[in-house]
């Protein structure tokens, strides 16, 4: 889970921090990782600078697979999710068979809600004799966003198959748990994604909305630390407070998944 301010849907800057929109969240990642363009976290500024330079050479040339990419990429990256799909199923129109495309707009789709078209681009993204962990990673977090919880883990599993122990595969299937309510399989699997070198901040931040979700806010605010400042991290469990208890005065005792819900799913 994903998730960040100007990222989609539900899709995650960090789990708690986009709930909450925090001044935390001053750096946004992309989540485009499939080809040549990998997630790098830059400001909102960057991000804007970013759509000026690759909008321009895209105009130049919309058969410019790349420069398609990379403005669709900055254009998510400052909420204009719909512009971006569209840039992209242009791109994808010319280049029918570049996966690095397919799997940028696979993405958009999801970001825009059509879970249904995302799944089927993704699934030509690659191939079975040449899988790619990300897209698979990527498809999973499409049907966990549909409901379809133990089909997106099956995905996740496949894509740990071909790349185990990735902290961003880990932190899906945590996530997806969490949103089926297994919430100690989900901690489970978020601190083997958080125990990686290699995790992003956002892992431990999804970790830190698990425990939480499960009434140990210290614990979560603990995490949470880690890559917030103490204000930052007392705020985000306040808030999380705060929704854990106006779900009980609704009487939905039994949905943590609910709060789950408003604050992050697995990253596409």
Avoid at 34 to 44: L, Q, Y
Avoid at 90 to 109: D, E, F, H, M, W
């Amino acid at each position: 889970m994903r998730a960040h301010p100007s990222r989609s849907r539900l899709l995650v800057c960090t789990a708690l921090c986009a709930a909450l929109a925090l001044s935390a969240c001053k750096t946004t990642n992309s989540g485009d990782t499939t080809g040549s363009v990998g997630p790098v976290a830059r400001t909102e500024t960057d991000w804007r600078r970013e759509a000026q330079v690759w909008g321009e050479r895209y105009r130049q040339n919309e058969k410019d697979p790349e420069a398609a990419i990379r403005y669709a990429q900055a254009l998510r990256a400052t909420g204009q999710r719909t512009q971006a799909a569209a840039v992209l199923e242009q791109s994808a129109i010319y280049n029918p068979k570049n996966t690095a495309v397919l799997g940028a707009y696979g993405r958009a789709l999801a970001d825009t809600g059509s879970f249904q078209q995302a799944l089927d681009v993704l699934s030509r993204a690659h191939t079975p004799d040449q899988p790619d962990w990300r897209i698979i990673s990527a498809q999973g977090a499409v049907l966990d966003q549909m409901g379809r919880h133990q089909e997106a883990q099956r995905y996740y599993a496949s894509a740990l198959k071909i790349m185990p122990d990735e902290p961003s595969v880990l932190s899906n299937l945590g996530l997806s748990y969490a949103l089926s309510k297994n919430l100690r399989k989900s901690e489970e699997t978020l601190r083997r994604a958080a125990a990686s070198r290699e995790a992003a901040p956002r892992v431990r931040q999804n970790l830190a909305l698990v425990v939480g979700l499960q009434g140990r806010f210290a614990e979560a605010e603990e995490i949470a630390r880690g890559e917030l400042s103490p204000d930052e991290a007392a705020a985000n469990v306040a808030y999380l407070r705060q929704m854990l208890a106006e779900e009980k005065e609704r009487g939905n005792r039994r949905e943590p998944s609910r709060v789950l819900r408003q604050a992050a799913v697995p990253d596409a």
